[in-house]
Nanobody
Framework: QVQLVESGGGLVQAGDSLRLSCAASGRTFSSYTMGWFRQAPGKERDCVAA????????YSADSVKGRFTISRDNAKNTVYLKMDSLKPEDTAVYYC?????????????????WGQGTQVTVSS
């Protein structure tokens, strides 16, 4: 089993930046593809970014391209989501996920482990 704990969420104003962190434990972190998903009230849980086990390949949703950057530090068992130019529509609970695939994917079913989520609220 892999345990994932997100942190770094909070309340910010539009245009501000925020950096989310996801700390992993329990299994070998470096072998997993990692993803960030978000869910706003009344919306589905959708992938915003993903990164392969070695960081070579990444995915980012069209809605966040150019604003969000996913990265990982395998030595620290941590994946990050740097969010710039935040918009009110970015408001959601953000979830970290780990999958056993070797490439980045936006498909939720490819992920086996999920964190508890961290709230990001962007005011206008």
């Amino acid at each position: 089993q892999v345990q994932l704990v997100e942190s770094g969420g909070g309340l910010v104003q539009a245009g501000d930046s925020l950096r989310l962190s996801c700390a992993a434990s329990g299994r070998t972190f470096s072998s997993y593809t990692m993803g960030w998903f978000r869910q706003a009230p009344g919306k589905e849980r959708d992938c915003v970014a993903a990164i392969s086990w070695n960081g070579v390949t990444t995915y980012s949703a069209d809605s966040v391209k150019g604003r969000f950057t996913i990265s990982r530090d395998n030595a620290k068992n941590t994946v990050y989501l740097k969010m710039d130019s935040l918009k009110p529509e970015d408001t959601a609970v953000y979830y970290c996920a780990a999958g056993r695939g070797s490439f980045a994917t936006s498909v939720a079913r490819a992920y086996d482990y999920w964190g508890q989520g961290t709230q990001v609220t962007v005011s206008s």
